[in-house]
């Protein structure tokens, strides 16, 4: 039985919110087991009492000061909206 | 004690444990320059980087981590030098991101504990698990259209402190009480307003329930929605039965989020699918992990207020005040200040009096709060002081204390003007009681043949001829000496 069986790719698929036809499964499936063996060769590396790598940079975070440098540009923000009213982006009902 | 539901197949006790997300106050956002004005019009306090536009790139705001700092050490909490922002993923509208950075393994602060105070005068610790930051969402509405939600993002990106606690909580009046001390020590520190009707505190409960005497903890549900202390309290009361009925009836409970209905107050499923709480926490690859010095914390401890606990103890200490008035008395900051101006090298029981029952009673008849209060601390203090030397009577001073109310006027001023100083002078006194006793001379037969009840009458008579001025206590000497 593969990793990726029907039942998961599936449920993949809903959690990244892509729409996968009935045809499709199967050769996702089959990619999608094609990465995974990919980066499992990572786990040829001992990394016992390794620390996780942030970041190749060996920089502290950058902070900045607590100023409103932004903002009041609602038009540019919607722009790009399908919908939107009175200020407002416009979707589809999401209460429950 | 805590509260214990008598069910048909025994006694039922409740856990409870809470996440409240109090949002930090600053200028600008946790990871962006636009504004967190409460009100403003929609979308108007959003930046590129809240919209979620591809490229932009979050930059930590250094007020908001000294404020999860400043809390966690209000908190008595431990600070995490090191702590990493990581991705929860989730989509909804009101999150443009597809993710909320937030922190899982490493949060800012650690673990900690406050003190509540429960009405019977008891103290109970209740553990803090943690304190970590997040973005918050925007908002939805739902009700302007039939088909659609408009979402505004204003709120989006706003700087949260999720703050969790243990499971210590054992029925509403104990929530009530730890919602109660958090905000007060989160308004204290001037880390969160602990506005929970503009939402910038809000709680979500989670409850279980169990037999009494058993220590394995049972199936829990997460109540959203929760906005008040009221409701919090209601939504307790509604879920903790509701979960008991199920379980005698022979059920289980699903561990599922419910959302509270303030509406019909009862608590009902959130339509979640099965997968609503994978979230996928994986470490932030824009932001690198946070990492602070221990000078750093050193500084902002030095610059924390005496917090609640504190006060409530040096007021108790100090002005030998009892638990309950000096619990009324350092809910507020203002309030605490307030009291300790009238107090000043002066009686502090009178004062705490003053302040209690007559300024804190007319100020809540009149929906208004210590800062709106017409009588000034120093005035009121003054009249405290008048009390205290014998000035004026306690009788005249709730008069002057009305005119004070009305006028905002100094008492020594209105005293001086309207000529309320207390008669001291034995002849004075002496001849009002000479006065009352000729004018009264069946009463005094009759007290003098055993009625002692009289004795109040002759006192309250000499009152009325000084109209209120002559002082009690020698009234009461004269007149016990005259009528042996």
Redesign the interface.
């Known amino acids: 039985m593969s990793v990726m069986d029907q039942k998961t790719v599936r449920?993949v698929a809903?959690?990244a919110?892509i729409e996968v036809q009935d045809s499709e499964i199967e050769a996702v499936g089959k990619k999608l087991e094609g990465i995974l063996g990919f980066v499992e060769q990572l786990s040829e590396v001992n990394t016992d009492n390794v620390e996780?790598l942030?970041?190749v940079n060996e920089?502290?975070?950058?902070?900045?000061?607590?100023?409103?440098?932004?903002?009041?540009?609602?038009d540019?923000?919607?722009k790009n909206a399908p919908?939107s009213?009175?200020?407002?982006?416009?979707?589809?009902?999401?209460?429950? | 004690m805590a509260e214990i539901i008598r069910g048909n197949t025994g006694d039922w006790e409740m856990v409870i444990g809470l996440e409240v997300h109090a949002q930090a106050i600053t200028e600008s956002k946790l990871f962006s320059g636009a504004a967190t004005t409460f009100g403003a019009a929609p979308n108007t306090q959003v930046s590129l980087v809240d919209a979620a536009m591809p490229g932009m790139l979050p930059v930590l705001n250094m007020k908001s981590v000294e404020q999860a700092v400043r809390t966690g050490l209000g908190l008595n909490s431990k600070i995490n030098l090191y702590s990493v922002f990581e991705r929860k993923n989730y989509f909804y509208p009101d999150l443009p991101q597809g993710y909320q950075i937030s922190q899982y393994l490493h949060p800012i602060v650690g673990e900690g504990e406050i003190e509540i105070d429960l009405p019977n005068g008891e103290v109970k610790k209740i553990g803090i698990t943690r304190l970590h930051l997040e973005q918050d969402a925007g908002k939805s509405i739902h009700d302007q259209h039939p088909t659609k939600s408009y979402v505004d993002l204003n709120r989006s990106g706003n700087t949260l402190m999720e703050i969790v606690s243990e499971p210590d909580l054992r029925d509403g009046i104990e929530v009530g009480a730890y919602l109660t001390k958090l905000r007060m020590i989160l308004r204290y520190l001037g880390t969160c307003d602990g506005n929970m009707d503009e939402g910038s505190m809000r709680a979500d409960v989670n409850i279980s329930v169990r037999k009494v005497g058993d220590s394995k903890l049972g199936t829990r549900c997460e109540i959203k929605n929760v906005n008040s202390i009221k409701a919090a309290q209601a939504a307790i009361d509604y879920e903790s039965r509701r979960q008991i009925e199920i379980l005698e009836d022979g059920g289980s409970i699903d561990q599922e989020t419910r959302l509270w209905d303030p509406a019909h107050n009862v608590t009902r499923s959130m339509r979640s699918k099965e997968d609503a709480h994978d979230y996928r926490y994986f470490p932030d690859p824009d932001l690198l992990p946070l990492v602070l010095e221990q000078g750093y914390v050193d500084d902002i401890k030095k610059t924390l207020p005496e917090l609640p606990d504190e006060k409530k103890h040096r007021f108790m200490q100090n002005y030998g005040l009892g638990a309950y008035d000096a619990s009324v008395l350092i809910s507020s900051r203002s309030r605490a200040d307030y009291f300790e101006t009238v107090a000043n090298d002066r009686d502090a029981k009178l004062a705490a009096n003053w302040v209690i029952n007559e300024l804190l009673g007319i100020l809540n008849k009149d929906g208004k709060t210590i800062e709106e209060s017409p009588i000034s601390s120093e005035n009121l203090g003054k009249l405290v002081g008048l009390i205290e030397d014998n000035t004026i009577s306690g009788r005249i001073a709730k008069d002057v204390f009305a005119e004070m109310y009305a006028s905002g006027k100094d008492p020594e001023v209105i005293v001086e003007e309207q000529g309320l100083k207390q008669v001291t002078d034995t002849g004075a006194i002496e001849a009002l009681v000479d006065k009352v006793i000729a004018e009264n001379p069946d009463k005094v037969e009759q007290y003098k043949s055993g009625k002692d009840k009289l004795f109040g009458f002759f006192v309250g008579q000499v009152m009325k001829e000084s109209q209120g001025k002559a002082n009690p206590q020698m009234v009461n000497e004269l007149l016990k000496n005259k009528l042996s």
């Open positions: 449920k809903r959690l919110q996780p942030a970041s920089i502290p975070l950058v902070l900045r000061e607590d100023a409103v440098t932004d903002g009041g540009i609602a540019k923000v919607l919908e009213q009175e200020g407002f982006f416009v979707v589809s009902k999401i209460v429950e």
